[in-house]
Structure formats: structure tokens, C-alpha cells
């Protein structure tokens, strides 16, 4: 590739925006970092089944309807071959109350016979693998990845995450796997597991969807869309 005088502004005003975000994401992290030192999910789970279940279920649905519903699963349901030999009606009405429950409980079934059929009845560990489990993305892998074994290889996009992120100015993206590409670039990989928690919950209890609470919001001098919203 021939690189000319423009090439090489272009690519010094590259760097220069990068090495800005870089900075920006520095200080983020710090004081996300300072408000919730050890993030950990509030799904309510007692072993790697139940966590994966209970994340399986958390789409597109509240942590607090997920724990009331698996309160009373989790005594009807104690191992992987309770799920994989369900009766798909029965499990539909068993968890009903989290939305899509009828496609998720389908997933359920299935997810709980491939990982007795192909992992021999234990949670696959690495990422490649847990994706390839029904009703399982990247973000519910990053997930489990990072709570059950502290092992970051990617950041948790959710909702909160792509709303914060936005509005933080660190990315314009709106597709979950395009934002955790950008975040990874920015922030250090052994950010990423404190990160993926702390702005979870940052977006869940201040930076809220509607009436963020900018004013108790420790990131309000950095934030572009502070007191705007
Ligand atoms: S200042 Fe307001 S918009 Fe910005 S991150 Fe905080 S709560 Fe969200």
C-alpha cells in the first residue's frame, strides 16, 4: 500500500481519536471501578446449571421476574436431565412470566440435551463452545464466563451497556457485537470483567433509560450527554 501526505493525516487524526478514547475509557473505568468494586450478577443461582439457566432466561427480562420464576424451577428442575427430558408444555407453564417464554423453553430442552449429549453433562468452559448452546450468544456466554470462572474474553453487551456506552460517547453502534468490538479495543482486557459488571449495573440503577440520575452519576463531568436527556 502507497501511503501520501493525506494518508498519513488521516491516519494521525485516527490515532490521535483512539489515543483520546483510550484516555476517556481510563478514566471511566476508574471511577466505575470505584462505584461498584466487585460487580457480580443478581440472578440468584446455587451451581453452573442453574446460572446458565437463569441467563437463558434473562433476555429481554428483569433479573428480579427471572429469580421469582426460578425460586420455584429450581426445585422442580435439579439437574440438566430434568430439563432435557421435560415435557415442552409443562416447561412453557413452568416459566411462565419471563417474556418469549414459549421459544425459550424450546431452548431450554435443547441446551440441556446438548450439553449432556456433547459435553458430557458438565458446562463447556470456553467460549467457542458455549456459543454453539441453544438460546446462548456472546453475551450470555461472557456472562457465565466471568461470574462462574472470572475469565473475560469479550464484554457483556446488553441493554444497559449499549445505552451507556452511547451515551458516554464511546461508541455510536447500536448492534451489541459491533459495540463489544469497539469497547474491546478501547479498554484493556483485564478491565473487561469489572467493566462488563460495573456498567451493567451503572445503567440498571443511574443511567437509567429514562431519567438518568446525571446529578448523582459519578461520570457527569465526562459524559457528553450529561444533564441532556
Ligand atoms: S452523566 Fe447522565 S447520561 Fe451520562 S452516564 Fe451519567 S447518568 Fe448517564
Not at 482486557?189 to 433509560?209: D, T
Request: aromatic residues 6%.
Amino acid at each position: 500500500m502507497i501511503l501520501n501526505f493525506n494518508s498519513f493525516r488521516v491516519l494521525k487524526v485516527l490515532t490521535m481519536d483512539n489515543l483520546e478514547l483510550k484516555d476517556k475509557a481510563k478514566k471511566i473505568f476508574t471511577l466505575l471501578h470505584r462505584d461498584h468494586p466487585n460487580p457480580k450478577t443478581e440472578l440468584i443461582y446455587k451451581n453452573e446449571m442453574e446460572l446458565s439457566i437463569a441467563v437463558a432466561l434473562s433476555a429481554q427480562t428483569t433479573d428480579k421476574k427471572v429469580n421469582e420464576i426460578t425460586q420455584r424451577l429450581f426445585k422442580k428442575y435439579t439437574g440438566w436431565e430434568d430439563f432435557a427430558k421435560a415435557s415442552i408444555q409443562e416447561l412453557q407453564q413452568d416459566i411462565r412470566g419471563v417474556n418469549f417464554h414459549m421459544g425459550k423453553a424450546q431452548r431450554l430442552i435443547k441446551m440441556a440435551q446438548k450439553v449432556i449429549s456433547d459435553f458430557g453433562g458438565n458446562l463447556p468452559r470456553e467460549m467457542h463452545e458455549l456459543i454453539t448452546l441453544p438460546g446462548f450468544a456472546r453475551k450470555s456466554s461472557n456472562v457465565v464466563m466471568q461470574e462462574l470462572w472470572g475469565k473475560a474474553e469479550g464484554i457483556v453487551v446488553d441493554t444497559h451497556v449499549t445505552r451507556v456506552s452511547n451515551r458516554l460517547g464511546l461508541t455510536t453502534q447500536q448492534d451489541a457485537i459491533k459495540i463489544e468490538k469497539e469497547l474491546m479495543a478501547i479498554f484493556p482486557k483485564e478491565s473487561w470483567r469489572v467493566l462488563s459488571g460495573s456498567m451493567v449495573l451503572h445503567g440498571r440503577y443511574v443511567c437509567k433509560a429514562i431519567k438518568p440520575n446525571c446529578l448523582g452519576c459519578s461520570l457527569n463531568k465526562i459524559c457528553p450527554s450529561a444533564f441532556k436527556i
